[in-house]
């Protein structure tokens, strides 16, 4: 007789799980039609029937080590197909959540954005308080020179004094908790390969959504999303790009609109405005196709809107709109962008990073062959 | 009957498919008062041509040769005191099935028809039984079935005397508050019915309540029944017409659980156990009055289970979860976790399932659980075959064990076995009949008491009963009927099922009681010949106490006298005629089908002699399958072999073996009998008839093979009321079984 495993199934948990988005799971009677669905599952791992167990009866260990969670783009063909209405995607969705939650460090922050219900205020508006109070404190908001050049105001040392320790921060976090997702995985299924080799196997799927386009129900979502992802990129280059030339070859902003590094960075900030706005009204338009919109969800389609939407305005603001208008839109700007920085490991942005390495993982598991 | 009038219809393809003036010349030249044809004998102006004979006093029988018996009932009914009709289905047993214009067709038609005007001939009128038929009735059992039914019956304006043997009534439902629902939107708990069910049947002036009261003695038979109590208030004796026996069902003896930790915890405790600390609202262990923190409900517990219940009660599901959601709303701090095979939440209980899953967010786990143990002081479930693909096993501080249902009825056929050997021990005849009567005693020493109606019948004083110990007839086709005529199962002693049906069971058997009484108040029987008023007829001259029909009557309609001579209750008789079967003296009869009639029938075939190499076929098919199907065949225009001679008979139990010797004497190839399914789920609405008929032909065969006949001649088949598809197969191949075997060297004496 195969020896019994003893399973404490957690209540907080469970209760979590339900108020977080996954109330509809409750319903499921484990028929199996999400999975024959699902193209993650394999003649092994039954997905996401089995996590829709586990998320019910609490389980928690187990849904915090398994990496198909991860694999999961949420297209929904599961919840739109499920005879008891009880919403698959939408359960994996919460499930991600609390995991990110769970393993995110330091805790109290991932606390924080974990209940972004209650504390949005607070992750949204401090940053920019604290870059409105940091400002006042240095120069008062003193414009010496119009037309507005927003260095004069906030130069590139305040910039570096703020946005290189939170970077520093979110990069130490997400080492933090992917350690502890990539530990865990690693016990359940020996890998093949280094890190670097797995990343570089899935680089291109990643890319190009190879996995995001084989949806059926959200496949709507794959374009704008691909926008966004392609426009992050785009605005890093830029940030990255802007760096190097003020600091090394000394070229003063702003640039000239016809600057390539002006270009990119434009460019860049069309794709972003885009892809979010056919993300939100993507979700607006709603159905079983779109999934919940839950607080986890809302909280960074809000950022990402107020990051974007604020460049933007900044940019446009400084030649057309009077000077504290400019500014206060400017602040707004920084402030928001902090607040991606900070809560970017713990958010749900964090899946950029939990799913390329549950890709990657997968990959070296051997347990899926390339697209 | 004297004078007989053959009515031919010549329309639905019978006129183009046969010559019908020779039909109705032979109909003259066998004796027929009036024979006349009419192109559409159904409609007004053919119905009004019989009946102006009739009226006329010209005839006094009928034989209407036209289409099945099975058709056109309405249009030919006549009145049963004035006239005898035959039918003679020459549209379904030739137009539809054989080739117009043949000799052979021709040869089948004026078989029928000669058959028809000869069991005509033999008819006799029948008598109504005109006995005093009492207007109460008697509801055994005090629970939710019992109350129901006692209510439906006052209802139905019938006096109503309800007998309770415990103290109180109320049954199962005496001690919980809430049940599952069974009006929208079936998703919360409702309020049991039985408050409102126990005033209404109190104040009730027609109703009777008799509690702490058992059945000491139930003599007569149905409209005359003779009841005898015992109770608080003495002896009493008063009639009934009808009975409904609603005794219910007891949870399945847990102490037989030890593998699920009964007896190794007193915190192992079923769901009949929890039920009064749900209405009482007092959640503790038992083994020290805390309140539990985790519950593990355990299904199936003994149910589905070789071992222990065979069956599913169907309802331990919805109970569990009744409960369950009594608990989440009184303790919405206690978890509970429900382990389940299949969880079965039929029709609308579904909904309620699904507000158990989304409100109290149980832990529902399929699983089987293999066994309940204490550990730490609290208990450790361990189940296998859970969707998690592996063995688990989970701790809780109290375990329910949600317990099959065990019906409270009495085996009567047993226990009668029981009383006989008992008898026999005392008579003590010889050494071995005492050893073998004494072995038998002690196997069925545990139906000892068991007694509930306390019948004053021969074949025993209670209900026979099922497999399970279920009495009742046929569950799908005929509810509430039992194999006691008069007598009503209803509520969870019929089959395991939930208050919801127990209290429409109540007023199912009621209405069947009430159908009963008025249909005995007409002088009529009662399913499944509804309507049929001609009783059985014993010549008892003849009887020589071979006992053959007391022992073989599926309703237990005759008892005996001292001698063994059978005393015949009309109105416990269905009238399926299986003592007619059962006969070696032929001395019952009916009416309308006796021995005398059938035999004469068979008579009436026409034999070819053996040159001219067509065999002759008896087709003896059961009314209530067989005969139905084959009207379905012929209705989708299947054809057979033209050999054949249908003679519909009222059960393959009222074959009379006679028949099959007359057959074969008389020169007829072969007999064939089609009747209704046998064994443990039998479709044979007289229950044993099949199972009697096969028995009795085996034993013909043997005789065959004596006189040097061969066995195959004589073939029983069993056919389901869909298998129309399967009859012209089973007619051609016993045709060319027959032309293998040779021509019936009989022919011609």
Known sequence: ?371 | MERVGVFLCTGCDIGASLATDKLEQLAHTSGAVHVASNPCLCAPEGVASIRSAVDAGTVDGVVIAACSQRHKQQEFRLDPAAVQVERVALREQVAWTHPPGHEDTQALAEDLLRMGMVRAKKMVPAKRMAEAVEQAVLVVGGGLAGLQAAQAAAGLGHPVVLVEKSAELGGYLAGVREVVPDAPPYDRLQQSPLPDLLRAVRADPRIRVLTGTRLSRVGGQPGQFAVEVEGKAGREEFRVGAIVQATGARPYDASRLAHLGVGASPDVITSAQLEPMLASRTLARPSDGKPPRRIAFVQCAGSRDAAHLSYCSSECCATSLRQVMAIHQAWPEVECAVFYRDLRAPGQIEHFYRAVQEQSRVMLARGTVEGVAAAGGGLRVSVKDSLLGERVEIDADLVVLATGMVPNSADGELIRQLRDAKNRIERNESETQRKAAEELAASLAHHEGTEILNLAYRQGPDLPVLAYGFPDSHYICFPYETRRTGIYAAGAVRAPMDPAQAAEDGWGAAMKASQLISALGRGETVHPRSGDFAAADFFLQRCTQCKRCTEECPFGSLDEDAKGTPQYNASRCRRCGICLGACPERIVSFADYSVDAVASMIKSIEVPDEVDEKPRILALLCENDAYPALDDAAMKRATWNPWVRVVPVRCLGAVNVVWIADSLSRGIDGVILIGCKRGDDYQCHYIKGSELAHKRMENVQETLTRLSLEAERVRVVELARNEMARIPALFDEFAEKLVELGANPLKGF
């Open chain 1, 1 to 371: 007789m195969a020896t019994a495993t003893t399973i404490s199934p957690s209540r907080e948990f469970r209760d979590e799980f339900l108020r977080r988005g996954g109330g509809d799971a409750v319903r499921c009677f484990q028929c199996a039609t999400c999975s024959a669905a699902c193209d993650l599952t394999t003649p092994e791992r039954v997905f996401p029937r089995r996590q829709m167990l586990w998320a019910q009866w609490g389980l928690v260990d187990r849904l915090a080590s398994d990496p198909s969670i991860w694999l999961c783009h949420q297209c929904n063909d599961c919840s739109v197909r499920c005879p008891r209405d009880a919403r698959p995607g939408d359960a994996m969705q919460a499930i991600r959540a609390l995991v990110v939650e769970r393993v995110g460090a330091p805790r109290f922050m991932a606390q924080l954005v974990g209940r972004a219900r209650s504390t949005w205020p607070l992750l949204l508006g401090l940053p920019v308080l604290a870059w409105a109070l940091f400002i006042l404190v240095v120069n008062g908001f003193a414009v010496p020179r119009t037309p507005l050049v927003y260095g004069d105001v906030v130069p590139v040392w305040m910039v570096y004094s703020v946005f290189l320790p939170a970077a520093a921060f979110a990069l130490g976090a997400a080492f933090l908790g992917a350690r502890r997702g990539w530990a865990a995985w690693g016990e359940g299924a020996a890998r093949n390969g280094s890190l670097l080799e797995g990343l570089a196997a899935v680089a291109s799927d990643v890319l190009w959504h190879r996995r995001f386009r084989a949806c059926g129900a959200g496949r709507p979502r794959w374009a704008g999303h691909f926008l966004l992802m392609w426009g992050f990129i785009g605005a890093l280059a830029t940030t990255t790009l802007l760096g190097v030339l003020m600091d090394v070859f000394g070229v003063k902003t702003p640039l000239p609109q016809v600057h390539a590094v002006k270009m990119l960075g434009n460019a860049s900030a069309v794709l972003l405005g885009v892809g979010v706005v056919w993300l939100v009204l993507n979700r607006a338009a709603g159905g079983e196709a779109a999934g919940r919109t839950r607080a986890f969800d809302a909280f960074l389609l809000v950022l990402v809107i107020l990051v974007v939407f604020s460049g933007i305005g900044a940019e446009l603001a400084r030649l057309f709109l009077p000077v504290p208008v400019a500014l206060a839109i400017y602040v707004l700007h920084l402030g928001t962008v902090l607040s991606l920085f900070l809560t970017f490991p713990f958010s749900k942005l964090a899946h950029a990073l939990y799913r390329t390495l549950a890709m990657a993982h997968e990959r070296l598991t051997g347990q899926r062959s390339p697209s």
